[in-house]
């Protein structure tokens, strides 16, 4: 029997039924549902709906139901549209007509937004623990690979050199504001709406309060309207959850990257990569690869759910039995990828040597500006004379540094006092990296205090 049968003179078609059903969906909900239900159990009891007896058997037969839910013994039945129908079935199996009792005053409308809230603040927690633990990977690489010297990129062209560990922070505070915009999102995510019935609100001197202590939520919805249609929370979800994956996404590029022949700046170890079913010699990032990939789901689904609530009208529509899918999908796509891809990172073999060989002196061009600007020449004009004698190397078929001072002073007859020395230290990529000491900079007294503020962040858990 259905929850809401006795208006119909017949039950509904099986294809439409399979249609309409969501058990196989909001199943994972089951006990949310359960904690929800003993709360209202305990909510209608105080408010003089049911009778003590009642409200004894029906907590107890919950309580039953909850513990098969840990067990896997819970058997769903051909007939149960939802979890809500599942659970008030099997109650029913237990108590027998007491359990009818439970759902007065209450509707599903409210009932699942309940339990959806419920839900999503253990998996902002979940989610939250699984970007800590990839934080922690890049800290503690920080530490190890904290001499290491590499080339740092803008346009995927050779820029300056940096320290490795500076370069690895990079992707530390990116997730640091992933766990801020959830954090954020639980103070939305805690509001109760239990007690709003199907719309209107209920007609049973209910106490939204206790409930919203009972259910450890921060707040009671204001309206009753909203807060059966209100998915805001979700969609902020698969927000965060999308921009969470865009950022995986870029550390999984550059790792492949940086994994190639081409490159040979970094190894996968076994553990951590697949090979070709045709070509014996390949070592493939497939690990990375999937982040790369699973971030377009990611964002998908945050797509695909705001085109379903933009036009929906006040209050529930069956639309929102959408909302669940796009939800669990980027959840779980995130539990499989974090864990993972801190996995990879935490075992990647460094070739230190390879990233030292590929700063070259081009790559301090700056420095060579910075100097001229140190003996008096405007960084404009610095600027341009640097251009020049990069043209003149390139032309000549020789490295920045080659080029002589007598070459250089020819590029600038206007300046003969400002080559009067040697400027041999500007091409050294170590003196280059420890000049740049102001904090977030890539010095090595720098790094240390980013590293230190990086380890209080997580310290504060």
């Known amino acids: 029997m259905t929850l809401w049968e006795g208006r119909f003179s017949s039950k509904l078609n099986p ?121 922690k990977v890049l800290v503690g690489r920080a530490e190890i690979d904290l001499a290491v010297v590499m080339p740092g990129y ?75 249609s209100d998915r805001d929370f979700a969609a902020e979800f698969l927000f965060c959850a999308s921009l969470l994956g865009v950022h995986i996404s870029r550390l ?72 669940k899918n796009q939800v669990f999908s980027s959840f779980d796509i995130l539990m499989s990828a974090l864990p993972v891809i801190s996995g990879a990172l935490r075992s990647l073999k460094i070739n230190a040597e390879r990233m030292r060989s590929a700063v070259d002196a081009g790559m301090l061009a700056t420095d060579l500006a910075d100097e001229f600007v140190k003996r008096g020449l405007p960084f404009r004009q610095a600027h341009h004379l640097v251009g020049k004698a990069v043209k003149f190397a390139i032309s000549k078929g020789i490295s920045l540094d080659e080029v002589s001072l007598d070459e250089l002073r020819a590029l600038n007859p206007d300046n003969p006092d400002l080559l009067s020395d040697d400027i041999s230290t500007v091409f050294d990529p170590e003196h280059s990296i420890s000049r740049r000491s102001a904090a977030g900079g890539t010095a090595p007294e720098a790094v240390a205090s980013q590293l230190s503020q990086a380890k209080s962040m997580l310290l504060k858990e």
């Open 154 to 228: 803008t346009h995927m062209q050779r820029a300056q050199p940096i320290l490795l560990s500076h370069w690895w922070l990079s992707f530390f505070w990116p997730l640091q504001r992933d766990r801020e915009r959830l954090s954020n999102l639980n103070s939305r995510t805690s509001v109760l709406p239990l007690g709003c019935g199907a719309l209107a609100g209920t007609p049973f001197p209910i106490d939204r309060e206790e409930l919203v202590m009972a259910l450890n939520f921060s707040a009671a919805a204001p309206n009753s309207l909203d807060a059966v």
């Open 252 to 323: 999984a590029e550059a790792a492949i990257i940086f994994c190639t022949a081409e490159f040979g700046f970094f190894e996968l170890p076994d553990s951590y990569a697949t090979g070709s079913s045709l070509m014996p010699q390949k070592k493939n990032p497939d690990v990375f690869e999937l982040a790369r990939g699973k971030a377009g789901t990611l964002i998908g689904n945050l797509t695909g759910f705001l085109a379903t609530l933009k036009s929906l009208p006040s209050t529930y529509d069956k639309d929102l039995q959408e909302d």
């Open 15 to 135: 294809d439409a039924w399979k249609y309409n059903a969501s058990l196989d969906i909001d199943k994972r909900m089951a006990s949310q549902d359960v904690q929800g239900s003993i709360a209202w159990a305990n909510a209608i009891h105080k408010a003089g709906v049911i009778a003590a007896k009642e409200h004894s058997q029906i907590v107890a037969g919950l309580n039953t139901i909850q513990q098969e839910f840990s067990n896997n013994t819970f058997e769903f039945a051909e007939n149960d549209e939802d979890i809500h129908t599942a659970v008030e079935r099997r109650l029913s199996e237990l108590i027998g007509q007491a359990a009818g009792k439970l759902h007065t005053g209450r509707s599903r409308n409210d009932q699942v937004a309940t339990d959806f809230r419920m839900w999503m603040m253990e998996a902002v927690s979940a989610v939250d623990s699984a970007i800590t633990e990839l934080q």
